[in-house]
């Protein structure tokens, strides 16, 4: 009896009110955390547990039973248990038959075990229907309500209305369910906590790989040669000069190669003249971190703004002002001011500013509360043409800051350019060619191509 009427349970969707019971095997952190919740929600609630004996810290309208005696009180057992103790469940398959067991484990290494958890619990119980929910979300969040950075729930099962059932109840929690599939996707849903920024892995060695580098250069020329040629110990400007010299070219090229990846793209599908084919594997993935790549050059973008504002309260700055006044005292000449100079400088601080401007406005319009407000004609308008805009402003300011210097041999100590002279090239390799690719005669084919017009079709009648 007590077999068909778990079956005609676990089959029946929750259309009354009245919220069914829900059983939880397991009285650990998360079996607490998710059992209180479901209480606030107006779930009634029974533990499975291996002790039944009441603990303070079992919410308290929670009934504490053993496994089998529990687990007939409800249709859907929710099992927070470590995998590694899925198999006492074995001996209870029969009062298990027909149940939706929902899987809530984790694992401590990304694919761990040849199969998912879920689906060795599926192998156990072959009588049950196993849905996995809830292993994105932390017995942490759920018991201080700060759940607004993880409202999404990943949800995935072979029974559709198993799915439905366990999809309820994630809604009644105030979560959001998102639907994976069949309980292939367990796998995946599973190796997903213990993913590490998988999308900053690359921009961040990158931007550490090239932080590193034009760091020891600057080092090099700017202190090493000066106390071997100068005898000069320059040694402080460790502090602020170089990092103020690295910030901002680590910022111009990295907001290059955010708009890189798009020029081959548009490069390569003129070469195929089709975009039915898929791009490498290499550029596939750069296209993916290029919202990545932007973050951390407006980031670094940022830290050259403040190292410059503090310039001027530098003691080396203030000993330089004060020399050049000491030496046109002593010399009774005032400098005449120069106005070409004077017309540099303040192009080169309003081309930064503005160029900053966009930056960082294009920052803002990738946070995803402000890029799901605006449509995608929106969203490519910013962050493809204002942003290559921004790409030309701050090329510009750059330039501007070397102004004709590059051609002064004192640029090339030990014959090696300076660091602006190295930050100019993909910004300006990337500028020239698109300036090719917006020609009518290269903009038109690539446009057709974009929207499916094909040179060779493979299918063509
Ligand atoms: P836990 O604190 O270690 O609790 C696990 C519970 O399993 C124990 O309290 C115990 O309950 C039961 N148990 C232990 N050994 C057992 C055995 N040999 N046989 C039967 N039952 C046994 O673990 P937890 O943090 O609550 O995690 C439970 C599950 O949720 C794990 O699979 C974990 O990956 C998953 N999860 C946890 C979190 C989190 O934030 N903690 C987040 C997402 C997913 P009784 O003493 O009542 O029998």
């Known amino acids: 009896m007590n077999k068909n009427s778990s079956n005609i349970m676990a089959l029946a969707p929750n259309t009354s009110n009245k919220r069914e019971t829900v059983c939880i095997f397991g009285t650990g952190d998360f079996g607490r955390a998710l059992g209180h919740k479901l209480i606030q929600s107006g779930y009634p609630v029974v533990y499975g547990s291996r002790s039944t004996q009441i603990s303070n810290l079992i919410p308290k309208d929670a009934e504490v039973l053993g496994h089998a005696e529990a687990a007939q009180k409800a249709a859907i057992i929710i099992i927070a248990i470590q995998r590694q103790h899925y198999n006492f469940l074995t001996p209870l398959a029969e009062v298990l038959r027909g149940k939706v067991l929902v899987d ?88 997903y906590p213990l993913q590490l920024f998988p999308m900053w892995k690359f921009p961040i060695f990158l ?40 910030f901002p070219v680590m ?28 791009f490498p594997d290499w550029l596939d993935k750069w296209m993916l971190c290029r919202k990545q790549l932007g973050l951390i050059a407006l980031a670094f973008a940022s830290l050259h703004v403040v190292f410059t504002l503090v310039t001027p309260l530098r003691a080396f700055a203030s000993w330089r002002t004060s020399k050049r006044i000491v030496s046109q005292a002593l010399n009774n000449k005032t400098e005449p001011l120069d106005h070409t100079n004077a017309w540099l400088s303040d192009s080169y601080l309003a081309l930064g500013i503005l160029g900053y401007f966009l930056f960082v406005l294009l920052g803002i319009t990738s946070l995803p509360s402000v890029s799901n407000n605006v449509n995608w004609r929106e969203f490519r308008f910013v962050q493809s043409k204002l942003g290559y805009l921004a790409l030309i402003l701050c090329t510009a300011h750059t330039m501007i800051y070397g102004g004709k210097w590059f051609l002064s041999p004192s640029a090339y100590k030990w014959y090696l350019p300076d660091i602006y002279i190295l930050s ?38």
């Open 207 to 246: 931007s550490f790989g090239l932080g590193a580098f034009f760091f020891i250069y600057c080092l090099v020329l700017d202190v090493i040669y000066t106390y071997i040629y100068e005898k000069n110990n320059f040694s402080f400007f460790i502090a602020i000069t170089i990092p103020n010299r690295v």
């Open 424 to 461: 100019l090239i993909v910004p300006c390799a990337i500028l020239v060619v698109k300036f090719v690719l917006i020609f009518p005669c290269v903009d038109k084919p690539l446009t057709q191509i974009r929207q499916g017009w094909e040179r060779n079709p493979k299918y063509s009648e």
């Open 104 to 191: 809530i484990s984790n694992n401590l290494k990304l694919n761990q075990y040849p199969e998912s958890n879920a689906e060795y619990l599926a192998q156990l119980l072959p009588g049950s229907k196993v849905v996995k929910a809830f292993n994105t979300v932390s017995a942490w969040a759920l018991q201080s309500g700060t759940l607004d950075a993880s409202r999404q729930v990943f949800v995935c099962g072979d029974d559709v209305e198993a799915k439905q059932m366990v999809m309820d109840i994630v809604r009644a929690l105030g979560l959001t369910p998102l639907d994976k599939g069949s309980l292939l996707a367990a796998q995946e849903i599973e190796n």
């Open 251 to 278: 910022a111009l090229i990295l907001l290059a190669l955010v708009y890189l990846p798009g020029i081959f793209a548009a490069i390569i599908q003129l070469y195929r003249g089709t975009k039915y084919r898929r």
